[in-house]
């Protein structure tokens, strides 16, 4: 995916995003993650991935950790997410509130709207239509303290249940749960 008139070369703040561990179980359950491959300088893959598996992972949610990455020359987790966005065969899925700390994060609003206009990714979600379950989800994970990115990216994640959620903190995203009880399915960086 070309990167378009994306600057990596900024001295962006980081935010603080946990190494994710790998697939496992929390209260009984299979976490159902994807680790996409480390690439090594030689421009091949540092692990072996299933072909046809990556095909089904392709479409996904973004979260900002890896729009933030992807942006970021000096982020990281930046090489990850620029070979996992050079997979994707249409936008990423996202929202308002991602968009926002991502501009604060990158402390350049110009460079999140060029991810819309270059077509990285595609907002799909308005919050007024969802309040009710925005707000139940905040009363849920109140002890988590989440921000409202991450009840957006739930709600997306039960509107599009083929899709992934893209992140770097993948923390959160191991207790936050779909439709109650459902495990959402993610894309992170290895350990």
């Known amino acids: 995916m070309d990167r378009g008139n994306f600057s990596s070369d900024r001295n962006f703040p980081r935010a603080t995003c946990p190494a994710t561990a790998g697939a496992g179980a929390v209260a009984g359950r299979e ?3 994807i680790h996409a491959p480390r690439w090594q300088a030689s421009g091949s893959p540092a ?3 299933n072909a046809q598996r990556v095909l089904e992972i392709v479409n996904g949610i ?7 990455a992807f942006s970021s020359s000096r ?3 930046h090489e990850w997410a620029v070979n996992l966005a050079e997979q ?3 936008p990423l899925l996202t929202c308002e509130a991602v968009l926002a ?3 604060f994060l990158l402390q350049h609003v110009g460079q999140a709207l060029e991810m819309i206009a270059d077509g990285l990714v595609a907002l799909s ?3 007024n239509d969802h309040l009710p379950q925005l707000a139940a989800l905040a009363k849920t994970y109140q002890d988590r303290k989440p921000d409202l990115a991450d009840l957006c990216l739930i709600c997306m994640s039960e509107m599009y249940r083929k899709h992934s959620v893209i992140t770097v903190d993948a923390e959160d995203f191991r207790v936050y749960r ?5 495990v959402i399915p993610l894309i992170c960086p290895p350990e």
């Open 62 to 68: 973004a979260d900002t950790g890896f729009l933030v």
């Open 88 to 90: 994707m065969t249409a």
């Open 47 to 49: 692990g072996s991935i």
């Open 75 to 77: 982020d990281i987790y």
């Open 31 to 33: 976490i159902q993650e």
């Open 178 to 182: 779909r439709n109650k009880r459902e």
């Open 125 to 127: 979600f308005d919050c």
């Open 101 to 103: 700390e991502t501009a």
